[in-house]
């Protein structure tokens, strides 16, 4: 077949310009690998990076320019971040480092909404009231932590999150033993399980994925960063981003939490009741998680992207970075 061919000759000689890649990268990927899907598919490795992809010849070109991005994460601040991302066009989906687990602070948001209208639907005496809209409204489009709360009593905390995502596939994302939503653990992989259920997955409604998605395009505009980077012109960008700061302390790598000053979710989050350290303290340096997710779409592209990242120095960085990652992603995806 003419897909396995490239991808063999790909994988086997990696970063060759056959592949579309430089040849004179100082420090290139050591691995690769390249393997049949079982389902028409062909899936390639290299670096960090992998890829699945059906025999077309814009899919091959697609992966192609993806892989040469990763000569580009590789060895650079982006390298710590994973991304997952699918081509609703193409089929291609990619994702780096998605065996990594990241906290998930406000992105949570979305699987939440999601869990909630999904319980509703399981339940023919359940109903979708106003109080319920206007609580995901609140929490997805300006990240409402009282909101978040309010939905997550109502799915059921924990429990009724895990009902949810094992419905979804999502196998890698697991809630915090101490039922603190914002650092529930997911990965770059889930959460672009989570947008194809709200892209065009089967289940929840048309009309569910429709007003949740509507949600996540309503989003207050000082929280528009990240996946948005790079979006392809005249874009509908449907997102959800989610912050937490995380205290280290000198001589610890972590250490025991009851010995520790109180922390506080980035995001605003009252869990676990953390109060804002102050800023002027100097015994503890913070480092950022920053996560980005989202559906993109316009006359040309259609594509879903999840970006992940922690260690950040700062908030700031942190969106950076994310955002850094996002335009390296698309521009290789769309050419």
Not at 12 to 41: E, F, K, W, Y
Request: glycine letters at 10%; one cysteine or more.
């Amino acid at each position: 077949m003419r897909l396995q061919g490239w991808a063999t000759a790909c994988a086997a000689a990696v970063l060759l310009s056959s592949c579309g890649v430089p040849t004179d990268i100082a420090d290139p990927p050591t691995t690769s690998s390249v393997g049949d899907a079982g389902d028409g598919s062909t899936v390639v490795s290299i670096g960090a990076l992998s890829c699945r992809l059906p025999d077309s010849d814009q899919a091959r070109t697609q992966t192609e320019r993806l892989m040469a991005a990763e000569t580009q994460f590789s060895g650079s601040g982006t390298d710590k971040v994973a991304f997952a991302v699918h081509d609703y066009q193409t089929g291609v989906t990619c994702s780096r480092n998605d065996g990594t687990g990241y906290e998930a602070a406000s992105i949570i948001k979305v699987a939440t909404v999601a869990a909630l209208l999904w319980q509703i639907e399981q339940d023919p005496w359940l109903e979708f009231t106003t109080e319920q809209e206007e609580l995901a409204t609140a929490a997805i489009t300006i990240s409402d932590n009282d909101a978040q709360e309010m939905l997550w009593e109502l799915i059921g905390g924990s429990p009724g999150l895990e009902l949810f995502l094992a419905a979804a596939g999502m196998s890698h994302t697991t809630t915090d033993p101490d039922g603190a939503w914002g650092l529930t653990s997911t990965t770059a992989g889930d959460q672009l399980l989570l947008l194809d259920v709200l892209v065009d997955g089967e289940l929840l409604s048309a009309g569910h994925r429709a007003f949740l998605l509507g949600l996540m395009r309503d989003v207050d505009l000082e929280q528009v960063w990240g996946v948005s980077s790079g979006a392809p012109a005249g874009p509908s960008i449907a997102l959800k981003n989610g912050w937490l700061d995380d205290p280290v302390y000198p001589g610890t790598s972590g250490g025991d939490e009851a010995d520790w000053p109180q922390a506080q979710d980035g995001a605003g989050s009252p869990q676990r009741q953390y109060d804002r350290l102050d800023s002027d303290t100097d015994d503890f340096d913070a480092t950022w998680t920053n996560n980005s997710i989202g559906y993109i779409s316009s006359a040309t592209a259609a594509y879903s992207l999840a970006v992940l990242s922690d260690g950040n120095v700062s908030d700031e960085a942190g969106r950076q970075i994310v955002s850094q990652t996002s335009r390296l992603v698309v521009e290789a995806l769309l050419g």
